[in-house]
């Protein structure tokens, strides 16, 4: 059985999923294409930016996603709240597997790419550079905070999800998130004329 591509992007995540469980390659290809995505760059930005290893966190979540479909309980989780929860786990055991060899320090081999600066307008180097200072400044946070921040101002996650992502209540949220927003604006407010932003 194979669902025809424009009902593809009316079926929920759910849907798709026991799709996928049934033997449908469609679904899987579908849900793969919606959820991917989302977890490689919410991976990417609790791991400061290193894209070779939230592509191993993602392909990791996913594979574990499958796994889970045929058992899958309708109405006990949404797809994608249980994924982010997955992704979250396996950065912080990445997290914990570093400080044990050695206190966060990288080797050329775990160093994160350096993004490529293409010579462009000179906005495009100021955004760039505003990205980075987000970026460094989201990685010097603790890792619930910058978890609890991502997930709800650049994932657009609500409290009562990212709640069931972390596995902490929803006030728990609103302080994590808080606290974050007021860690980044203090590491951030040294830089406003560096980064374009005098006069705003």
């Known amino acids: 059985m194979t669902m025809p591509r424009d009902l593809q992007a009316e079926t929920s995540d759910e849907d798709l999923l026991a799709l996928y469980a ?13 959820l991917v995505p989302r977890v490689l760059g919410y991976a990417a930005r609790l791991l400061g930016g290193d894209r070779a290893e939230a592509e191993d966190v993602a392909q990791e979540a996913m594979l574990r996603l499958w796994r889970a479909a045929p058992g899958w ?21 990445r997290h914990r597997a570093r400080r044990r060899r050695g206190g ?6 775990e160093a994160p790419e350096v993004a490529d600066a293409a010579p462009g307008a000179v906005a495009q180097l100021i955004e760039g550079d505003r990205l ?9 946070l603790p890792d619930r905070q910058r978890e609890a921040v991502v997930l709800r101002h650049l994932e657009g996650l609500s ?6 992502v972390m596995g902490i209540g929803v006030e728990a949220v609103e302080s994590l998130t808080a606290r974050g927003k007021r860690a980044l604006a203090a ?12 006069g705003r």
């Open 22 to 34: 049934l033997g449908d390659p469609a679904a899987a290809r579908a849900l793969t294409q919606r």
């Open 73 to 93: 309980r309708p109405g006990e989780a949404q797809v994608s709240t249980w994924l982010y929860r997955v992704v979250t786990n396996l950065v912080t055991d």
């Open 104 to 109: 966060g320090a990288l080797g050329l081999d």
């Open 132 to 140: 980075d200072a987000l970026g460094r400044a989201l990685a010097a």
């Open 159 to 164: 409290n009562p999800e990212i709640a069931q």
């Open 187 to 198: 590491s951030l407010q040294g830089q406003r004329e560096e980064l374009g932003y005098e």
